[in-house]
Structures are given as C-alpha cells and as structure tokens.
C-alpha cells in the first residue's frame, strides 16, 4: 500500500507485531458498512463518479457475502481489517477500488468501525441485563415472602425476604443499563471524515455519512476524533462494574450452595461434579462469573494504561485498543447469560433459609425497637436490655423468642407478654414497611413496578 516510498518490504517480525487482522477481522461488518456509506457519500458530492460508487458498493457487497460464508482470510502482509478489504476490492472490481480511500484514511476508519462494533456491544449488555433483571423479578415475585437471614459482616443481622434479597441485584442490574445506555449516548458521534488527523480538502458531508451508519452527528474535532477512545474505556467501565455485579451474586451462590448453608441448590445444567468424590456437585459456572470478572477488570486496566501517554493524534499503539474490548465484550455476554440460567434454574431451599433466620438471634432489633415503641425507653437503653436478654439466651443455648416473661422481666420489668408476637421472623420483617423495606408487601410493591418497567405484563 506504500510501497513507493520504501526500498525494502518489512521484515518477519515487523510483519508480525505489525498485523492486527488475527483479532480485528471481526470488525468485517462495520468496516464494509462505513466503506459502503462513504462511497455513497463521496457520490453524492460527486468526489467519484456514480458508476464507480455503484461498482465499489457492488464489490463490497461480495465482499460481505464471502466473508459471511467462508470467513474473513487472515494474511499478515495485509495487515488488518481495512486493507484485507481494500485489497480484496481491487481483485474484484480493478484500479477503480483505489477511488474508495479518497478523503480518508484508516485512522478515520478505524475509528468508525470500533464505535459502531462497541455500540452494538453496549446494545447487546443492555438487552442480556434486561433478561437477568426479568428473571431475577421473576423469583422475588416467587419469594417475596419467603424468609432468610440478612447479613452484615456476613454475621446474622435481621430477618430479610428472599425476593428482598433477589431485587436488590435488580438495582445492581439497572443501574448498569443506565451506564451503557449513557456511554452509547456519549459514543453516539461519528468520526468518518476526520481522515489521518487534520480533516480532508475534499467538500465531503459529513452529517451524511453519520446519518446513513445511525449515528446522532459528527464529531468536532478532527484531532480527537482519531485519538479518542474513551468510547471503548467507558464500555470496558460500565462492563467491569456490571461483572463486579455479577461476580457478587455469583459469590452469594457458591456460599449458598454449600453444605453448611444448603440455601439453594444450583442447576445441574450449570453444575459440575468430580472426577474423585462421587457426592460432589460443584457451582463452577458461578465461580467462573466470579473468575472471569477479574479478567473483565483487567481489560480495562490494559486500555486505560494504553492510552495514558499518548501525545495526539494517531499512535499505533491504539491498535491494542481492541483485543481487551473484544475479551470483555465476549467474557461478559458469557457471564451474564449463565447468571441469568442460575438465577432462573436455582431452587432456593425455604426450609433451611427460614430455619437459619431463627438463629444468630436475627429479631434481637426488633425486641429494642418494641421496647422504645411500647415502653418508651430511649433506644440505647434499649439497645444495652436487649443485649442482656441475648447474653441470658445465648448461656442457655436457647433462641430469644424461647426465654421466658419472667426471665425478661428479670433483665427489665417494662416488659410484657406483648413482646412474643415482635419476637417472630414473620413479624419482624412484616414491621419493616418503609419505603424500599423487606416486608412482603413493599417486596411486592416493587416487583410490580419493576415489572411495568420491564414490560413483563
Ligand atoms: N490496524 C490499525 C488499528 O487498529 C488501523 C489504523 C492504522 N493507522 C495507521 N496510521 N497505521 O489501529
């Protein structure tokens, strides 16, 4: 393609460092895509002639269908995508392919082509996020009253519901949405045209081009349009803090489904066993959600460290752009679908999540809550009463529910036989009704709504 000015070609290795077509040959698509709206566009301004543009588009539209069918050939003398195309093109159709590189130049191209493949990669976050916050809502609606243990420190804190629980990583999913949805936003900007760096002096319309491949308008600046890349660091955030998500459900299911807490039992089809211990049944698709956010996070890391120093416009470092786009991009769309199987496939064992509420002394709040409510006594009175009554229970390996009046009214004589009834896991999540509470009825509250937005109805 430059031969002209060197009297040697590149040697092995340079060939070598030098080819990205082995990782970004799947930009084909967008690469024929921007190609085919840049001819139209050049036509149109009647930079090349009608029938050239006619015979191009002609040529890339054999182009698609060839590497549709047989895939796309890797030959490292091409380098990358754009030039296998290019090169293609001229087999095809003759010397007139040489007319589609007028007023651009690769680093315009690759601009364009990353932005439109990253764009569909948010697409396709958005809608796998939306099918795991359906499925999620699905089994909140199921166990809006179901009770389990809530922890802190992962010690028993207080009674909480099941479906409380499953909506909360419906938050978690939803605000993900809303990062993909404003980096699209922020993408959204086309940098066809912008050429090497410095624009073109050819009259080409630019609106045109951003328009026929659906983006909301060019961009600004010729210079950062060939520089940025924050489209594809903002995609690699949004996707890490998604699988960071994703990686703390998948935790809460590996601690669930093992024996001491036998909370859930995972789905076969999402388990594996061992080649040694015949029982065994091991939640790995889980642990490899949690693995692969790790590497999800590295990606990032590579980018943003890529990026950090380089001087404006186009260095060709930036063409490591891709290879940690491409690895989050696959490893999430992996972790999402298998914690949306998990999720729909888990049968939650109610027994023992209720069963293990009953311990660790889960209502020991609500009994000061009740002391403060009916007794009026300041709340860190109360606090240090109740915390009494537990040392009692705890020295008797008894639950606090199974101590009896004349033992709390030993610790402090305000208390009545009205306490027993704010002493039940029942009750002490029922009480808690305000607004984003775990009691059954604000659980369902929310399932509705996140019904309505999710179009569920
Ligand atoms: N393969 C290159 C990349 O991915 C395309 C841009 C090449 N531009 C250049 N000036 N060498 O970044």
Same mark, same amino acid.
Request: glycine content about 6%.
């Given at each position: 393609m430059w031969g002209g000015r060197f009297a040697e070609g590149p040697? %092995?290795?340079?060939?070598?460092?030098? %080819?990205? !077509?082995?990782?970004?040959?799947? @930009?084909?698509?967008?690469d024929i895509a921007a190609s085919k709206a840049h001819v139209a566009m050049l036509a149109a301004c009647d930079i090349v002639s009608e029938a050239d543009a006619e015979a191009i588009i002609g040529g890339l539209e054999r182009i698609a269908e060839e590497y549709e069918t047989q895939g796309v050939p890797e030959d490292w003398d091409l380098e990358d995508i754009h030039m296998t195309v290019e090169a293609r093109l001229a087999d095809l159709i003759g010397p007139v392919?040489?007319?589609?590189?007028?007023? =651009?130049?690769?680093?315009?191209?690759?601009?364009?082509?990353?932005?439109?493949?990253?764009?569909?990669a948010m697409d396709e976050a958005v809608a796998g996020l939306e099918g795991l916050q359906r499925a999620l809502?699905?089994?909140?609606?199921?166990?809006? &009253?179901?009770?389990?243990? &809530?922890? #802190?420190?992962?010690?028993?804190?207080?009674?909480?519901?099941l479906g409380h629980h499953l909506m909360a990583y419906v938050e978690m999913a939803a605000r993900d949405v809303s990062r993909f949805r404003d980096a699209r936003e922020r993408l959204n900007r086309c940098p066809l045209g912008s050429a090497a760096l410095a624009g073109t002096g050819f009259p080409i319309d630019r609106e045109m081009t951003a328009q026929a491949l659906g983006f909301a308008g060019p961009t600004?600046?010729?210079?950062?349009? *060939?520089?940025?890349?924050?489209?594809? @660091?903002?995609? +690699? %955030?949004?996707?890490?803090?998604?699988?960071?998500h994703l990686s703390r459900l998948a935790e809460e299911f590996v601690i669930w489904a093992s024996q001491p807490f036998g909370f859930v039992r995972m789905p076969d089809a999402l388990s594996t066993g061992s080649s040694i211990m015949p029982q065994k049944k091991n939640p790995d698709a889980a642990e490899l959600v949690r693995g692969h956010a790790g590497r999800i996070i590295g990606c990032q890391t590579? +980018? #943003? *460290?890529?990026?950090?120093?380089?001087?404006?416009?186009?260095?060709?470092?930036?063409?490591?752009?891709?290879?940690?786009?491409?690895?989050?991009?696959?490893? +999430? =769309? +992996?972790? !999402?679908?298998? !914690? #949306?199987?998990?999720?729909?496939?888990?049968?939650?064992?109610?027994? =023992?999540?209720?069963?293990?509420?009953?311990l660790g002394y889960a209502t020991a709040?609500?009994?000061?809550d009740w002391l403060v409510r009916e007794a009026d006594i300041p709340f860190r009175e109360a606090h240090h009463i109740t915390g009494a009554a537990v040392r009692l229970a705890e020295g008797r390996g008894a639950a606090l529910g199974e101590l009896s009046l004349a033992d709390l009214q030993a610790i402090d004589a305000r208390i009545d036989e009205r306490v027993f009834a704010a002493l039940s896991v029942e009750s002490?999540?029922?009480?808690?009704?305000?607004?984003?509470? #775990?009691?059954?009825?604000?659980?369902?509250?929310? *399932?509705?709504?996140? =019904?309505?937005?999710?179009?569920?109805?």
């Open positions: 040697s %092995a290795i340079m060939r070598e460092i030098n %080819a990205s !077509i082995p990782f970004d040959k799947v @930009l084909w698509a967008q392919a040489g007319r589609l590189h007028t007023a =651009r130049s690769r680093n315009d191209q690759v601009a364009t082509d990353f932005r439109l493949w990253v764009r569909a809502v699905t089994r909140a609606g199921e166990h809006s &009253g179901s009770i389990m243990p &809530g922890f #802190t420190h992962l010690q028993t804190a207080q009674p909480v519901t600004a600046n010729s210079l950062d349009s *060939v520089s940025d890349r924050d489209f594809a @660091l903002d995609y +690699l %955030a949004a996707a890490a803090q998604c699988a960071l590579a +980018l #943003t *460290v890529t990026m950090k120093g380089l001087p404006l416009a186009y260095s060709k470092d930036m063409q490591d752009d891709k290879p940690p786009v491409f690895e989050a991009a696959g490893l +999430l =769309r +992996l972790c !999402i679908a298998a !914690i #949306t199987g998990m999720v729909e496939g888990a049968t939650f064992q109610t027994g =023992r999540m209720r069963a293990a509420a009953e709040t609500d009994l000061a002490s999540v029922a009480a808690r009704a305000s607004h984003g509470g #775990t009691a059954p009825a604000e659980v369902e509250k929310r *399932v509705h709504e996140a =019904r309505g937005r999710l179009e569920m109805d």
